[in-house]
């Protein structure tokens, strides 16, 4: 049709467009079918095409969440996907970016030898150190089971094997703290046993430094492990290194130590000190255990205190037969509080020399370290005269009146662990 177009001659043009055939104008396909290629050729024509193009650079004013590294190599976010591309070059289409739940590395020096550790090389390391103490207590607290803990208190019978042990004689208060982790039998013992390894190997660490300043940096070190262990809310590590180690009476004594701790060491000593502190039943201790994030580690000697007061202080059945339900109720709210700590993990990376130099430790009696303090720092003796007569003097032994630092004496006695 020549509707709208525009023809120069006028009427002339209009009756040639007019007698024109319109096959004039339809569009063949070529003749020659090996010049042009196929539509499954023409695709890979654009495969290749596309796997050989160049790529434009990024524009450094543009953040992109794609992909993003850790320190260990790990990528948190997946941009284009090159699955099978050496078989046929083909990108698939972009995933959406996935964060990655990769650990940190481990906080160690490259140079560390971890074969051969060495004492104070492995304190330095004071954030590593606490990594690996938490990754370890919170293993053994995922160990224990509900059925365990009944048995403990006695709400379920014991099995026969646990009865007729060597230890059937002897107090589990008097003697469990001699126990290895080899007689230990239960989760829970191996949990105590692991909770006074740790206050022993403090003090022991300590008390291997023959100079003073070292001790005065190894308490330094102990008091940021335990800052770390808090902060990974590891109660029960930080129970043992504040308490039973740096709290223990061969290391309290040691006065001149002491005094040479910064104000800032101080500080977070008491701090965690506080905190701990028996008084009241624990009440800082349990206002913060309720309201903590999981992964966390709680002092299981004060949850064991609440599970046996409940049990020992409530009877079974009621006037007429009933059953205290009441009671079953308590007991199973705190077997619940611990399955609750136990159901998430901690993403650390385990280090298994620095677990194995942890775990591996033998306890040291405490009359081996008494002897290590005293040597270090002699009791001091002050001459004095008793009475006012000239002729009669005696020699007393006395302790300094040192008023540095306390630690918390509410809680002494807890130094070693009972269950």
Known sequence: ????????????????????????????????????????????????????????????????????????????????????????????????????????????????????????????????????????????????????????????????????????????????????????????????????????????????????????????????IAKQCLEYNNYSSVMAVVVAGLGSAPIRRLHKTWEGVSKYHVDLFKEMDSLLESGNNYKRYRDRLSTIPTPAVPYIGVFLKDLTFICDGNPDYLRGGLINVHKRRQVYSKVEEIKRLQRDVYNFQPVLELQNYFTQYRLTPDDELHSLSHELEPKMVVHRRATRSRSSTNLSTTTPNFSFFKPNSKHLSTSTLRT
Do not use: Y
């Not at 160049?54 to 992109?64: F, G, K, L, Q, R």
């Not at 083909?90 to 590395?105: G, H, K, Q, R, Y």
């Not at 107090?171 to 239960?186: A, D, H, Y």
């Not at 989760?187 to 008390?207: M, P, T």
């Open 1 to 224: 049709p020549s509707h709208g177009m525009d023809f120069p001659n006028g009427q002339q043009d209009l009756d040639e467009w007019e007698g024109l055939d319109p096959q004039t104008f339809a569009m063949e396909p070529p003749k020659d079918s090996a010049s042009s290629p196929s539509s499954a050729e023409s695709g890979e024509l654009v495969q290749d095409v596309g796997a050989v193009s160049p790529v434009a650079p990024p524009d450094p004013n543009i953040t992109s969440t794609t992909t993003s590294h850790t320190t260990s190599g790990h990528v948190e976010g997946e941009g284009l996907s090159r699955e099978n591309s050496e078989d046929n070059g083909s990108i698939s289409v972009p995933s959406p970016a996935t964060f990655c739940n990769c650990p940190p590395d481990p906080a160690i020096p490259r140079t560390m030898d971890l074969q051969n550790l060495k004492l104070k090389e492995v304190l330095k390391c004071t954030e590593e150190v606490a990594r690996q103490m938490t990754l370890i207590d919170h293993a053994q607290l995922c160990k224990i089971s509900a059925l365990e803990l009944l048995q403990k208190v006695n709400m379920v019978p014991r099995p026969q094997s646990q009865r007729n042990s060597k230890m059937s004689g002897q107090s589990l208060q008097s003697s469990l703290s001699l126990l290895s982790l080899e007689q230990s039998e239960t989760a829970i013992e191996k949990l105590a046993f692991r909770f006074n390894q740790v206050g022993n190997w403090v003090a022991h660490c300590i008390l291997q430094h023959k100079e003073l300043d070292e001790r005065v940096t190894a308490v330094h070190q102990f008091i940021l």
